[in-house]
């Protein structure tokens, strides 16, 4: 059944008489999720059969984490938006690139050393999006020369595993650094690419880890631990860099 993008808004009430708005959505999934949103908003994800006391007691056990992430979220000023201009810095695989322009008759993004250099048409310019659009394109195929690198790097590593090698794709999520299915099918975040490769390694290996225990249960974690036994660390520099740089 294919998942509401909206859901319904419920309301969850806390021993301490604090009431709590969070939008609710229900498919056909296996874990229950919860997720803080930068604005301080929370989103619930459930099962379809799933009753709303199990829900409210798995809130009840993450309240104070939920508190302590909206009140970090707002208590901070969220950064800036990525803005692409001339001299403007930005993050690619861990490292900052200076922008370079150039007019030009054709619209291509190619990297020389610590600069990306863009030749751009004025009317692809004046776009609105043109600028951002030429660059992802570029990030889009550094994405797919990338990627599969490190993914085999990691498939390699976990070989006593005997995992099949699983297919990849990269799209733009807004909530996830990856995913896997059980059919073997692991997708990666595009904004990946502007992290370090350590980084990218902790998400790839996370999602092979579900190609054998599909949950975030303690085996997982205890297998994630045995092929990365640094992930925490990778973890936190992910998540520092992604909240500092990009309000991700």
Known sequence: MPESRQGEWKEYRHDSGAI?????????RKNLTLYV??????????PLRMALAHIFLF???????????????LDEPAPAKVVYEEGGLFMH??????????????NLAQR?????????????????????????????????????????????????????????????MRTRWGSCTRSGVVTLNLELIRMPPECIDYVI??????????????RFYKLQERYMPEWKARKHELEELARRHYCL
């Open 20 to 28: 709590l708005p969070f939008r609710f959505i229900r498919s056909a």
């Open 37 to 46: 949103n930068r604005d301080g908003s929370v989103l619930v994800r459930a």
């Open 59 to 73: 809130m009840h056990e993450r309240w104070e984490w939920m508190q302590l992430q909206r009140a970090r979220f």
């Open 93 to 106: 695989l861990g490292v900052m690139l200076t922008l370079r322009l150039h007019d030009a008759t054709h």
């Open 112 to 172: 020389h050393g610590d600069e990306l250099h863009v030749a751009i048409t004025p009317e692809r310019l004046a776009e609105p999006d043109g600028l951002a659009g030429v660059i992802e394109l570029w990030q889009r195929r550094e994405a797919r020369r990338v990627f599969p690198l490190r993914l085999a790097f990691a498939h390699e590593a976990m070989k006593d595993l005997h995992l099949p090698f699983p297919e990849l794709k990269v799209r733009k």
């Open 205 to 218: 290996t996370h999602e092979l880890c579900h190609l054998i225990e599909f949950n975030h249960s303690e």
